[in-house]
């Protein structure tokens, strides 16, 4: 049971460290305040909110 939880953890680390990654470049790039301020951040979480529901 512990090294599957363990595989499982790491699974989900590197699957998330790229994401994390990618959006550190992307911040450093276009500029946190930029990036706040046309609020892509707030529509990008909006549109994925509604592709859940779509889906489910």
């Not at 699957?15 to 529509?43: E, Q, R």
Request: charge should be positive; charged fraction near 10%; hydrophobic fraction near 55%.
């Amino acid at each position: 049971m512990l090294v599957s939880s363990s595989i499982l953890t790491k699974s989900i680390s590197s699957a998330y460290i790229p994401t994390f990654t990618l959006v550190i470049v992307i911040f450093t790039l276009f500029g946190f305040n930029k990036i706040m301020s046309a609020d892509i951040i707030s529509s990008l979480f909006f549109k994925l909110s509604i592709f859940r529901f779509l889906i489910s």
